[in-house]
């Protein structure tokens, strides 16, 4: 069973002919599903012209929003594009909306995930802003602050977040029919999926917007989960969480960036 799993495509930036040669060299591998991680085009126009170009593919494809994806433009509003608009294109092109429900594979394999909002748990943590801080200066790291208009909290709507995919990864777990759980995320949920630069201040303290450890955390204990795939941060980096008792969960960052898109795969 070979997963490939790609985020981060920027449609607005990247363009159409990199990601046609992204979607051909995927079709070439022969992948038995694909999941697109969010960042994939904004405005939803450009969304939807991005999704378009994997409707070639011969594989079920699942989609999650990414925080670019859920920048307002007129007429629009986060909320709606979270809820009613991004999950409308995406089925209109035959693709599975996975925040609302994980998507099974023959074998066994299930592939559960969710934007996973950040919540602020990945910042500095040698030298721990508070809660507030993080919040107060967000605007300055992070143009999500002015370009998402939603009225939850940053933590609010990330416990949303963990709250619905973690009851989802609990129930798959207990399926007897699910051998496998593979988790694919826009923001980072491991430790192992976080760059900390030790003479980088800014950078450390900037992590509270790219990573979800609470999330994670509350997954870490799954016998099922064996991959955890991310985006969002565009860094490229793998790894592999150990646990006592269980196998390690293979831990990636997808290495898409603007212009530049890539995929991982994933083999079970
Ligand atoms: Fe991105
Ligand atoms: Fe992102």
């Not at 990414?66 to 909320?79: C, I, K, Q, V």
């Not at 995930?113 to 967000?138: C, F, H, L």
Request: net charge negative; proline share 6%.
């Amino acid at each position: 069973m070979r997963i490939l799993i790609t985020s981060d495509l920027h449609y607005e930036v990247t363009g159409h002919e990199a990601i046609r040669r992204l979607v051909a060299g995927m079709e070439r591998e022969e992948p038995d599903a694909l999941v697109l991680a969010g960042d994939i085009g904004n405005p939803s126009r450009l969304f939807e012209h991005c999704l378009a170009l994997f409707v070639r593919m011969n594989c079920p494809v699942a989609v999650l929003p990414g925080n670019h994806d859920l920048w307002r433009s007129p007429g629009e509003t986060s909320a709606a594009l979270h809820e009613e608009l991004l999950p409308a294109i995406t089925r209109d092109c035959g693709f599975h909306w996975l925040p609302d429900e994980p998507m099974r594979l023959p074998g066994g394999t299930a592939i559960a995930g969710n934007i996973a909002w950040y919540d602020y748990s990945a910042r500095d943590m040698e030298a721990p802003a508070t809660e507030e801080q993080v919040e107060e200066e967000k605007r300055f790291f992070c143009n999500d602050a002015n370009n998402v208009d939603w009225e939850f909290t940053d933590r609010e709507f990330a416990a949303r977040c963990r709250k619905k995919l973690t009851a989802q990864c609990q129930a798959l777990e207990h399926d007897p029919g699910v051998r496998a759980i593979v988790v694919v995320t826009h923001v980072p949920i491991m430790k192992g999926q976080m760059e900390w630069r030790p003479d980088d201040a800014r950078w450390n303290f900037r992590n509270a917007y790219f990573g979800h450890l609470t999330l994670g955390n509350e997954l870490k204990s799954l016998g099922k989960l064996h991959w955890v795939v991310s985006g969002h941060t565009h860094l490229g980096l793998s790894g592999a969480a150990e646990r006592e008792g269980l196998p390690p969960i293979a831990t990636s960052v997808i290495p898409s960036d603007y212009g530049k898109p890539r995929w991982v795969t994933v083999e079970v």
